[in-house]
């Protein structure tokens, strides 16, 4: 066998035994308790804290290898475990420990003439295959909104972290052992090779839902290779538009707020859109602020004509998205360019519109078609936790099932529950 069919007959058997332990696991935990689902979720937080040295020694071979590969300094920060970033995993699991079990909920009980009831019953995906960027957090948020919502999961990290995720891969198994649950309730890969993924895309007897969170490079070969239904979560090529209605004072807080909140995230402002009746009020104090900030600029000729250090924009810039400290900037003609604009060039992430006119601000929610439309807010927004979902898995752009933020709710679907009474057809 050559190296290549040997690695991959290796990728399909690692694969495999992956699939088959999640699905075995999401029998037990379709139905368990939420006191043990909580359990499992209290035991984590408890050893994050106890672990703390352990966790941040792996991640710190992590960053030493991201820093000598030259990774870029908004993905070493999304890879960093900071006593905050520690803190806020703590507080997510106490959270989603707290919070309602979604699990065998009913919902629409409707009497029909014959007597008999309909209704449907919240019901977990099954088993849930996440395959997502170098940004360790996520592997406990994966892991507790999965677990919580009754899912079984695989987890497949960025390769960057590596580390990080197999030491948190120990705090989970120790917290589903602590509560009696089953250890393959929640795996996570043990290998970086990325001919796994191109295994578990295709697992359809074990796997119900692959959710990828990644860019153009992953969702092509998803594209191409997944047999397993995708709840894609892909870039976030997102915009503001700065309307002539706009309050300038609050327009500049927002547009600033969505570009430098993070670069390295997708819900980042990549596009600012500005009505040309007030570009030359709004602009030139805005790009002041950004290029001081270490933001570079670049504009239409329009924008350009107002800001002396603007690069000329190319469409490869309406087209990208930077994750790094660039900013594209338009100016419209109306609303209605902006909004031709967004449809043409956005990933259907997450876009805002900045007017003080109601009937505007209405129209721009109602006729954007993105996962999530704002008034009046930065992009940045664009979280579970800011949304009240207690966490979230990422950002779904897809249109079914689930889009946007997706929390306890979107990890589930229903089953129709009939009751009678001996009722017979016909
Ligand atoms: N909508 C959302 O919720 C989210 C969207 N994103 C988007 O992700 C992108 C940035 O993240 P980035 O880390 O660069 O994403 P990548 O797409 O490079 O990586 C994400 C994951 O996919 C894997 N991957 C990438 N390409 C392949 C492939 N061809 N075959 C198998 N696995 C692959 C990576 O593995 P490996 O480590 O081997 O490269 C990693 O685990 C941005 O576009 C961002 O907007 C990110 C997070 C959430
Ligand atoms: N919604 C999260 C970011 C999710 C996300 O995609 O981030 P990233 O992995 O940096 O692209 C937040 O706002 O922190």
């Given at each position: ?15 495999l035994?992956?699939?088959r ?15 043990l ?16 040295e ?17 990774l ?5 920060e ?5 006593d905050k970033?520690?803190e ?6 106490r ?17 029909r ?11 977990p ?6 395959i ?10 994966a ?27 120990q ?13 393959h ?18 697992l359809t ?23 397993v239904?995708l709840l894609?979560?892909?870039d ?5 538009y ?19 909140y ?8 990549e596009?600012l859109?500005v009505h040309?009746?007030i ?16 933001v570079?600029?670049r ?12 690069k ?11 994750l790094?400290?660039?900013?594209a900037?338009?100016?419209v ?6 909004i ?11 876009e805002?519109?900045v007017?003080?006119n109601?009937?505007k601000a209405?129209?721009?929610?109602r ?7 704002y ?6 927004f ?17 249109r ?10 979107g ?16």
């Open positions: 066998m050559s190296t290549a069919a040997s690695a991959n007959s290796t990728a399909a058997e690692a694969a035994k992956l699939g332990q999640a699905r075995q696991a999401s029998r037990i935990l379709m139905s368990a308790p939420d006191a689902k909580s359990r499992a979720l209290l035991a984590m937080a408890d050893l994050i804290q106890e672990n703390r352990a966790l941040q020694a792996a991640n710190a071979k992590d960053l030493e290898a991201a820093r000598n590969n030259g870029d300094s908004a993905l070493v999304r890879l960093k475990l900071s970033a520690l806020t995993m703590m507080a997510g699991l959270q989603i420990a707290a919070m309602p079990d979604p699990v065998g909920s009913q919902s629409g009980s409707t009497l003439p014959n007597g008999m009831r309909v209704g449907q019953m919240r019901v995906l099954g088993v849930i295959g996440i997502y960027e170098s940004r360790p957090n996520v592997t406990i948020d892991a507790a909104l999965c677990l919580k919502s009754g899912n079984a999961a695989i987890l497949r990290g960025g390769s960057e972290a590596f580390h990080s995720n197999q030491a948190l891969a705090v989970i198994q120790a917290g589903l052992e602590a509560a009696g649950l089953p250890s309730a929640i795996q996570v890969a043990g290998t970086t090779d990325r001919a796994l993924v191109g295994e578990l895309v295709t007897d074990y796997i119900d839902v692959i959710i990828p969170r990644g860019g153009k490079n992953l969702i092509a070969r998803l594209a191409a290779e997944a047999k239904p894609k979560h892909l976030g090529n997102c915009h503001v700065v309307d002539e209605f706009a309050d300038l004072d609050k327009a500049n807080n927002i547009a600033f707020n969505a570009k430098t993070r670069y390295g995230i997708c819900g980042t402002m596009t859109l040309q009746n570009a030359a009020a709004f602009l030139p104090a805005l790009a002041q602020r950004l290029i001081a900030h270490g570079e600029l504009g239409c000729e329009r924008a350009q004509a107002l800001v002396a250090d603007m000329p924009a190319t469409e490869a810039d309406w087209e990208t998205e930077y790094a400290p660039i900013l900037v338009r100016i003609d109306d609303m209605d360019s902006a031709e604009h967004i449809h043409r060039w956005s990933s259907g992430h997450t805002s519109i007017t003080e109601l009937a209405t129209r721009f929610q006729e954007v078609d993105s996962s999530s439309v008034i009046n807010l930065p992009t940045c664009a979280d579970g936790f800011e949304y009240g979902l207690g966490a979230e898995i990422g950002i779904s752009t897809n079914l099932h689930a889009r946007g933020p997706v929390g306890l709710e990890l589930t679907t229903y089953k129709w529950v009939l009751t009678g009474d001996g009722q017979l057809r016909g």
